[in-house]
């Protein structure tokens, strides 16, 4: 059961309000009735449940969910129902039945306007649409912390540079640098393939400001992925880190940067 409501959630972050596919069963229920030629409507009823059985069928609906796309994603998987097709090509077949002009335009405008207002423009999205502060079209925080990192390990003549940041950050970092090594990257926002040391590390890193952190496993949490640069948002940062070995050597407007020259003796101290 708990299989087809995970397919029941993905089925509505597809469908949205659902009026597209209602839309959708409409111009099915017409092309069976008055569609002429009864192959290509086979074709399409028969490719249509294919795919609808390829997703609610359990054994293949956990196949594709946890060896070929992911659970996260699993949505997509309704891209491949014709449905914008079927919708066009009904609206079409619609048009031709009627030789009036006037009813012609009328069913054009319908259909246009039932799209148009069942769903939403995706640019009114607040934040879709911003200005880039660089060429790569990272945030300028990721690229700040990134030059902070490597201007650090080049003055000091560091060769491994292995982080860890906030989650904020996690899918930039190896974007703009990818001699940065990290214990895990974009995969913990979706709770994929995490150690249990790295998701401990990774719920740590949650803190909102120093009272929630627990900077004695953080630094043990750390030393056990050979990290030697840490990430600390500075409502987060503390100079407890200091007696674990890890010492603030930089900082940007919004983060400070931690290094421990001697990551094996990390969490040596109490």
């Keep these: 059961m708990e299989l087809f409501r995970k397919i029941a959630v993905c089925f509505q972050l597809y469908s949205g309000m659902g009026a597209q596919f209602l839309l959708f069963l409409c111009a099915m229920c017409f092309l069976a009735i008055h569609e002429k030629?009864?192959?290509?409507?086979?074709?399409?009823?028969?490719?249509?449940?294919?795919?609808?059985?390829?997703?609610?069928?359990?054994?293949?609906a956990v196949i594709i969910m946890e060896y070929c796309i992911g659970e996260e994603v699993y949505w997509r998987m309704f891209w491949l129902m014709p449905i914008p097709f079927i919708i066009a090509f009904a609206g079409?077949?619609?048009?031709?039945?009627?030789?009036?002009?006037?009813?012609?335009?009328?069913?054009?405008?319908f259909l246009i306007l039932f799209i148009l207002l069942s769903g939403k423009c995706v640019y009114d999205e607040e934040g879709t649409i911003i200005t880039p502060d660089n060429v790569e079209k990272l945030p300028k925080q990721a690229v700040e912390v990134c030059?902070?990192?490597?201007?650090?390990?080049?003055?000091?003549?560091?060769?491994?540079?292995k982080v860890v940041v906030p989650s904020e950050l996690l899918s930039y970092v190896r974007q703009y640098d990818a001699t940065i090594q990290m214990p895990y990257g974009r995969n913990a926002l979706k709770n994929e393939e995490l150690t249990e040391n790295c998701d401990e590390l990774y719920e740590m890193m949650k803190a909102k400001d120093d009272s929630e952190m627990d900077?004695?496993?953080?630094?043990?949490?750390?030393?056990?992925?050979?990290?030697?640069?840490?990430?600390?948002?500075?409502?987060?940062a503390s100079k407890?880190?200091?007696?674990?070995?890890?010492?603030?050597?930089?900082?940007?407007?919004?983060?400070?940067?931690?290094?421990?020259?001697?990551?094996?003796?990390s969490a040596a101290f109490i």
């Design 37 to 60: 030629n009864k192959k290509i409507y086979q074709i399409l009823n028969q490719y249509t449940g294919f795919i609808i059985a390829l997703m609610v069928f359990p054994v293949t």
């Design 240 to 265: 407890k880190m200091d007696q674990y070995g890890y010492y603030q050597v930089a900082q940007t407007e919004h983060y400070i940067l931690f290094r421990c020259d001697n990551v094996a003796n």
């Design 92 to 109: 079409t077949e619609l048009y031709d039945l009627r030789k009036d002009k006037i009813k012609r335009t009328g069913i054009i405008a």
């Design 147 to 161: 030059n902070m990192i490597t201007g650090d390990a080049q003055m000091n003549g560091i060769t491994t540079k």
């Design 215 to 236: 900077f004695l496993a953080l630094s043990e949490c750390l030393k056990q992925e050979n990290c030697n640069y840490l990430v600390l948002e500075k409502k987060v």
